[in-house]
């Protein structure tokens, strides 16, 4: 095929290539529920730099002291890495106290909107997606 034909078609690949993110998106509503803030504490079991969300979980005791994992919501891990984050920011049996909101569907999920480490006092902005905090 003629290089114009071509070019066509590596600009339209880049434009899908471009759109993958925008469509794993959700909207922070979809999901989440910025009516029922929540806070958890507890140890941290597993972090997944994942897009297009970085995912944190963390075993937490409810009032029955039966442990619950909680995940909880992070921005994209560019977003996160800009709010200072990196790999070994947080590490798997640190305690953490996590603010932000509960899912709609009831699950032990949340959306963070930041992480604050139980020993140092030290905190983290967690890159919400939640526009209207
Ligand atoms: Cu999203």
């Known amino acids: 095929m003629g290089l114009r034909k071509l ?7 880049g434009l899908f290539l471009a759109a993958i993110p925008a469509v794993a998106h959700h909207a922070f509503s979809a999901e989440f529920d910025s009516n029922q ?3 958890i504490r507890g140890r941290v079991t597993k972090i997944a730099w994942t897009n ?3 995912w944190i979980y963390v075993n937490v005791q ?3 002291r039966k442990v619950v ?7 994209a891990p ?3 890495r800009n709010r200072g984050w990196d790999r070994t920011t947080l ?3 640190d305690e ?3 603010d932000g909101w509960k899912a709609r569907d009831g699950s032990f999920r949340m959306n963070a909107r930041s992480v604050k480490w139980a020993e140092t006092g030290k905190s983290l902005d967690a890159g919400t997606s939640n526009t209207a905090q």
Do not use: R, Y
């Open 91 to 93: 590490k798997t049996g």
């Open 7 to 13: 070019a066509v078609l590596v600009f339209g690949f």
């Open 52 to 54: 297009p969300h970085v």
């Open 78 to 80: 560019q977003q996160v």
């Open 69 to 75: 994992n909680w995940g909880f919501e992070m921005g």
């Open 62 to 64: 409810d009032e029955s």
């Open 37 to 39: 803030p929540v806070t």
């Open 96 to 98: 953490v106290i996590v």
